[in-house]
């Protein structure tokens, strides 16, 4: 009975243990939450695609999320609109530049062979309490069709080609919230894709912090299962010797037990097994269980109980 408390006792000391740690990490998160909760983000950036002088369209422009023939394309007018706030009311110190960069790949866009950059705009050092980015840019695409044009020229190659321009904000030196626009340079027609990295609200410093919870939990987890097992396997080993104590002989001198003939297990209800399919006896000597068949030992050394 004292035993059966003594187990009850264990179990609830675990389900204690894990429920403080999860109540715990529901804290650490509770705050993070909440850090991660205090911006307001908004990104309405848009573009516009300006066509050459023509006889076949009747707008110039024509709107975003559409297709378009490379030929025809003057400008990639891009209007970069970004508006942050600090629901606390401090300053956010921030940096922002606008960039273009050339992207040449092989092996259906699998290798990278070529990249350059190009620096449109840059904007330093400035402390608000909002960041509020209202910048309009007219990309001159067919610069870049050129610029590629004789690159490839040059190495007498063709390859896949993409323009990335991209608005980075680099946030009290941690985070880069960004605008990418994604368009292709080397084809008849095209389709510029626009996509917003949010790092503010998924940044490096939030996964490494998950990342030491779950190794903190995984160890946690470990030295329970292991600490149960030694605690529990004392009590098994206990309850495996009650029922074959019908088979087990003590005797008063110790066996000549040579080394040369012995097998040493590892688990009590082996030697057990062992015995009853062969259907011998175990004898018992201190804290050594042992049998024979043909000469040779098989021993188990119990441990304490």
């Known amino acids: 009975m004292q035993k059966k408390r003594k187990k009850i006792l264990i179990i609830l000391s675990i389900i204690t243990l894990l429920i403080g740690i999860l109540f715990l990490e529901a804290i650490y998160f509770s705050k993070n939450i909440q850090k991660n909760n205090r911006y307001k983000v908004k990104n309405k950036t848009y573009y516009e ?18 297709y378009y023939i490379t030929n025809s394309i003057k400008t990639i007018d891009i209007y970069f609109n970004y508006y942050l706030k600090n629901k606390t009311k401090e300053n956010i110190k921030y940096s922002y530049d606008i960039t273009a960069t050339l992207k040449s790949y092989a092996d259906n866009g699998t290798k990278l062979i070529w990249t350059k950059d190009f620096n449109l705009k ?127 002989i003590a005797i008063q001198n110790e066996p000549n037990i040579n080394s040369n003939n012995t097998i040493y297990l590892t688990n009590l209800k082996d030697l057990m097994n062992i015995a009853v399919n062969n259907n011998i006896n175990i004898f018992h000597y201190q804290n050594s269980y042992y049998t024979i068949i043909n000469n040779t030992y098989y021993v188990y050394i119990l441990k304490e109980l």
């Open 49 to 66: 695609v300006t066509l050459k002088p023509n006889i076949y369209f009747s707008n110039n422009k024509i709107e975003a999320d559409h």
């Open 122 to 248: 840059n904007i330093n050092n400035i402390n608000q309490k909002e960041i509020n980015i209202k910048e309009n840019y007219n990309l001159d695409y067919q610069y870049y069709v050129n610029y590629v044009k004789t690159f490839q020229e040059y190495y007498n190659i063709k390859a896949e080609t993409y323009l990335y321009v991209k608005l980075n904000i680099k946030m009290n030196d941690q985070t880069k919230p960004s605008v990418l626009l994604t368009i292709p340079i080397n084809e008849n027609v095209i389709e510029i894709t626009m996509k917003e990295k949010n790092n503010l609200l998924k940044n490096k410093a939030q996964n490494t912090s998950i990342n030491k919870i779950i190794i903190f939990d995984s160890i946690i987890i470990i030295i329970i299962i292991v600490a149960s097992k030694i605690l529990f396997s004392k009590n098994n080993e206990e309850a495996i010797l009650k029922e074959y104590h019908d088979i087990i």
